[in-house]
């Protein structure tokens, strides 16, 4: 009898044992104190999956909107199913369906492409009445401090003109994104209010996210949308906020992410489908 309860004493003691280790590994690791110093999650751009990843058709959605939502306030994407335009501003997420209206976002919702930041403006500066997407990039290439690091962009004011796009959910299996943006809906909006959203990534990213700019519209009732075709500028003023730090979530192991052929070149594919 008294054998009987040594054992079991032996083997609660055991089970408290792994417990405790299982309890101790899963503890976050905590950087070394200088680096915790730089290291800032409002100064970082957070990007689930790759942009190959998107135009090879991984449209299964990789996390939820409320665990996006811890990672920024700002942002643009897509959906489950390449179910329509997302953009990200003030912490409000929304989406632009194929018929160009801008819905509210639940956080059950999933995306599988996405980058996000917490926006600080670093700079602001007005742009100059009638520049189009093209002299607004030249304009703006010209005042940032580097194009070695990613940028957080808002052109907030007046468009006398901007041509934006979405794209239809898709059913499985999922064709790639270059053959879905061939019947893209497109969406031209005349004297209208509301903010550019988006990033201009380096030229490294290739592959990765979009090299350069890559925008999203959202007017400012909140009411339509897209991803950025073209514009003309009545007035505006843009924001910049310096992003020197960037974190990528991909897929898991279950996901189409596994299998994708990643290695060829896209960048054909990638001009045809944004821009
Ligand atoms: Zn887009």
Redesign the pocket.
């Known amino acids: 009898m008294f054998l009987r309860k040594k054992v079991c004493i032996l083997i609660i003691f055991c089970l408290l044992c792994v417990i405790f280790a299982v309890t101790a590994c899963s503890t976050k690791i905590k950087c070394p104190e200088n680096a915790d110093a730089q290291i800032s999650q409002r100064e970082t751009l957070v990007q689930i999956s790759t942009i190959d990843a998107l135009l090879s058709g991984v449209y299964d959605g990789v996390v939820t909107f409320e665990t996006l939502k811890k990672f920024g306030d700002f942002g643009?994407?897509?959906f489950e199913g390449l179910d329509g335009?997302m953009v990200a501003v003030d912490g409000n997420f929304y989406q632009v369906k194929a018929d160009g209206v801008a819905y509210p976002v639940s956080e059950s919702m999933k995306t599988p492409f996405a980058s996000v930041t917490f926006f600080d403006t670093d700079r602001e500066v007005q742009l100059p009445e009638g520049m189009n997407y093209g002299s607004s990039a030249e304009f703006l290439d010209r005042i940032l401090p580097t194009k070695n690091i990613f940028y957080a962009i808002k052109i907030e004011g007046t468009f006398s003109y901007i041509k934006t796009r979405s794209v239809p959910r898709q059913k499985k299996p999922y064709p790639p994104l270059v053959e879905v943006t061939k019947n893209q809906p497109t969406f031209e909006l005349i004297n209208v209010d509301g903010a550019i959203i988006?990033f201009r990534c380096p030229l490294y990213v290739s592959g990765v996210n979009?090299p350069g700019y890559?925008?999203?519209f959202l007017t400012r009732n909140r009411d339509a949308g897209g991803?950025?075709l073209e514009f003309k500028l009545k007035q505006a003023v843009a924001s910049i906020d310096n992003t020197s730090q960037f974190l990528m979530i991909l897929p898991g192991e279950d996901s189409d992410f596994y299998k994708a052929r990643l290695t060829e070149g896209t960048q054909d594919d990638l001009e045809k489908s944004?821009k």
């Open positions: 643009i994407g897509t335009e988006g979009v890559h925008l999203h991803h950025v944004e």
